[in-house]
């Protein structure tokens, strides 16, 4: 097999098992998950009622039939990404799956509904709703820019772009195809990047902030043309246009300047304790110890710091830990769990991603994908063989990969032993 594309279906299985395994932790405090951290690695858990409405515990989740769904778009585009060949493919999978289980996978948002409108009243009123939906910037609580992170969990496919260009490309149809935002565009080419950087250049991840800040500086000319081109073909039609709130030119800057100033703090975090050292049998969690912990300061238990790398905390946990399903906080946890990956063994690296709490699933998609292969090639492959007895690795339409229709079974669908 050609070895990217063997890097490809081997980062494919890397976002399945991060998104069936997170699934079932998804909105989870951190906390809580300390208090039953022994389980963890023995099964996978039932999702939260309000997500679990035709769902085994295993099942991928939208995060992966997204994913799934720019694989089939990049493969009809010889590797360039349409966004309305996109939508075809988001339209086809998350009808299939409605058909199969009676509900579509939780987690579509904004998305779920369009593709509704599509099939209920045809093409060009979704067209319509599509350019709505885009035009609408999204504000939490206090009026601040709080862009979600969905267009951050379908990354993976894209880092293995023909060409530099075609992914940096390719990154920017992604990160415009559903709530176009600054933050959203730097964290999908900043990911790309870091990806490409971990998986095709073999890179050292120690490294892995810096050499992302340095190329998108180097990249950050060509965003802002396309960027420009773009928001005049959007706006052409829309009345008012002056008063109308999306991807200003001054905005993103201000946007790109801060996220680069964040990483920047970011990648001077001192090294996290080995999650394989922290959280082994004999491990009880005190939660007295919690409360010796400042907002600003390494976690007594682990030595991250939860609060600079994903503050303010999932809205739904209520004060206690977890990642919001926000495209910035995503970003930064993301960007650190690859930096420190060969510090620990691949299920190290996992259950640190499920014990950051809150959106466990589209944190393990945004960092697995890209450190999957580097262990397995490097002995710390160590993940329960309970992972790869998945019924949902066997779902035909994850074979629609273009490739030897054999590849995926061969490299995914084999019951891997540690």
Known sequence: MENGVKKLVAAMTGCLIADAKGAGHEMNSREDLLSNVQELNKRYFPRDPKFSKG??????????EMTLAVLMALKEGDMKLNVNVLYKYFYQLYFETKEKFGVARAGYGSVSKLLEVWKANGYEEFQKELLKSMLTVKKNVTGDDAPGNASLMRMTP????????EMIENALVNALSTKPHGYIVFSC???????????VENGDPHHLIDHTLKKFEEWRPFIMNYITEKREQMLQNVPNREEVEFLELEKLDEQF???????SEIDQLPQPAN????????????KEVKKCNDKDEPDP??????????????SPLKGKTGLGAKGEQTLYCALYCLKWHQQTTLWGNLLRI??????????GVCVLPYIYEWHCNNGSCNLP???????EMYDPKIKRYGFNPDDFEKLVCSNLKP
């Open 301 to 314: 238990i682990d030595g991250v710091n939860y609060y600079k790398l994903m503050y303010p905390y999932a």
């Open 275 to 286: 999650p394989d050292s922290v959280y082994g049998p004999s491990f009880v969690y005190d």
């Open 385 to 391: 063989a309970w992972l790869f007895d998945n019924g």
């Open 55 to 64: 769902y085994t515990p295993g099942d991928y989740t939208d995060d992966f």
């Open 158 to 165: 894209i880092v293995f772009s023909k060409s530099y260009f």
């Open 257 to 263: 300047n801060h996220m680069s100033k964040q990483l």
């Open 189 to 199: 080419v900043a990911l790309a990047i870091a990806g490409r950087y971990l998986t």
């Open 354 to 363: 499920i014990l950051f709490g809150g959106d466990t699933d589209t944190l």
